[in-house]
């Protein structure tokens, strides 16, 4: 594993914590010679999860649709800025560029990238590993909601085992490396037309 896409908030959040520990996750990456890949922007946590992987003297990649860059601030100090047309084609770029996935706290944008790499991994379109970095117990009720799904039925057991979860970036990040895939409910071809 030599990139990681990190999922983050173009805001900082209302603890402390959320900015501390995207500060210490980008350090970790950095020290580690791991290449973040994410959404390219200079505010929040992605600003602050970039800054910390630069100044630990990493690789940043930062994929950015053309028109958000009126909404988000361009961060003019990555490693490499890659323009892209939709905020489709920004996804598939990262994950293009990424071998494994983990989410810091964020919104919507941040859920909806997420689970979108989590629903590829169930269906196996990828078998990367994917994982949350659970500042202040954040992704607790996402988690429960995952484990509610299960025992209501429309999500197989099996679904549980693709989140990796934990509070300290360097325990996550192992939990990443040592990832086995089980494979997914369905194999794609995606070269196929």
Sequence with gaps: MKSI???????????????????????????????LVYGGSNTGLMGSLANSVL???GEVIGVMPKGLFKGEIVHNK??????VESMHERKAKMSELADGYIALPGGLGTFEELFEVLCWAQIGIHDKPIGVLNVNGYYDPLLRL???SIEEQFS???NRDLIQSSAEPQALLQMLKSYKPKG?????NLTEK
């Design 5 to 35: 896409c990190v999922f983050a908030g173009s805001s900082f959040g209302k603890h402390p914590e959320y900015d501390l520990y995207a500060k210490k996750l980008g350090k970790e990456l950095g020290n580690n010679g791991y290449t």
């Design 55 to 57: 100044e630990s003297g």
């Design 78 to 83: 990555l490693t490499k800025l890659i323009e």
């Design 146 to 148: 995952v484990e509610y």
């Design 156 to 158: 197989k057991a099996s």
């Design 184 to 188: 997914g409910d369905q194999k794609w």
